[in-house]
């Protein structure tokens, strides 16, 4: 949800200047398996063009014939999948159902302040009247996007951010795959010869220690630093600033014994608290039995994902499973 608002929103301005209207779809419940997440958006301009998504692809067609040639005039809720038929027409999976709610957007000022918050790195809760359309803006804190009787409220805030702290192997398949995954990915290196050798040329080192690149990074609560240049000189120089930031996960490479031994090195040399070395993810990722490059990457990012998308490490893969089980019973009662 949150790499595409700022793209969005971007092509809601591009529209109001040519003088179209807009209709912003936005993802409220869910019921079932949900290609999207609550608080996901689809744009729709009165000329056709379109932005985001709120199902995967399922009921776009329909939204944008709909809002293209009738643009919302007031904030209103669509519901697909209320029957099996509907399911079936629009291919919603596993007897999915979506609520939206459609609203206008015609405001630029609306439309550029939400961008100029993104792009400060700010976080925002924007609330709709279900009554009059009023919109009201709050600071954020922790809020989940959500439906009451009386307005809609939604989170907008800045792209997730990986900044990775290593430059070899591992550190450019993490690169790789999270920008995949949406990420704004930073990397860092201090180390001429990794320097030198960094083959992403689309992807600039960053100058400077790791240390002092992550002081001067404004890191919020959108951040990951994972610490992956196996060198303890490196690594530990960025955690020293990483632990005391706003950062959201916080990992190292390294063994269990390794970890221990860090652990240790930060409370005794630099008098940091059991609670600040705690939020230390090391062993990091996920235990999937990893062990080249590539697929300890992969298991970073499926416990950075997890975190972000509020599920515990230990239960991720308990997750996984249930879902995985949902989509074979699914797949079986289909055929």
């Known amino acids: ?147 009451s009787q009386t307005h809609w409220q939604n989170v907008f805030g800045p792209t997730w951010r990986l900044m990775v702290i290593g430059a070899g192997e591992t550190g450019q398949y993490l690169a790789e795959f999270a920008r995949g995954l949406g990420f704004e990915v930073l990397v860092s290196d201090p180390r001429p010869d990794y320097r030198s050798n960094w083959p992403l040329k689309d992807l600039p080192l960053l100058k400077g220690f790791p240390d002092d690149v992550i002081q001067d990074l404004n890191v919020d609560v959108r951040t990951a630093i994972v610490a992956v240049a196996h060198d303890p000189k490196v690594d530990d120089m960025a955690l020293l600033t990483a632990l005391k930031s706003n950062a959201f996960y916080i990992g190292a490479l390294g063994s269990r014994l390794n970890n221990q031994q860090r652990r240790r090195r930060l409370r005794e040399h630099f008098d940091f608290t059991d609670a600040e070395v705690n939020q230390l993810h090391g062993p990091v990722g996920l235990n999937i039995g990893s062990k080249s490059p590539a697929e300890i990457a992969l298991s970073i990012l499926a416990e950075i994902t997890a975190i972000k998308n509020g599920i515990q490490p230990g239960k991720a893969l308990e997750k996984k499973e249930d879902q995985i089980s949902q989509t074979t019973a699914c797949d079986i009662s289909q055929h």
């Open 1 to 147: 949800m949150q790499d595409s608002q700022l793209e969005v929103l971007k092509g809601c301005l591009s529209c109001l200047e040519q003088g179209d209207e807009i209709s912003l779809v936005s993802v409220a419940k869910t019921w079932g398996t949900s290609p999207r997440p609550v608080g996901s958006l689809l744009a729709v301009s009165s000329s056709g063009r379109f932005f985001g998504s709120v199902s995967g692809g399922c009921v776009e067609e329909d939204l944008i014939a709909q809002l293209a040639q009738n643009p919302v005039r007031f904030v209103q809720k669509i519901i697909y999948g209320e029957t099996a038929e509907e399911r079936h027409r629009f291919g919603l999976p596993c007897g999915g159902a979506l609520e939206l709610m459609a609203e206008p957007l015609n405001e630029m000022a609306d439309v550029k302040l939400l961008i100029d918050h993104i792009e400060a790195r700010k976080t925002v809760l924007r609330k709709v009247s279900l009554e009059t359309g009023q919109v009201i803006y709050t600071p954020w804190k922790q809020q989940e996007p959500g439906l």
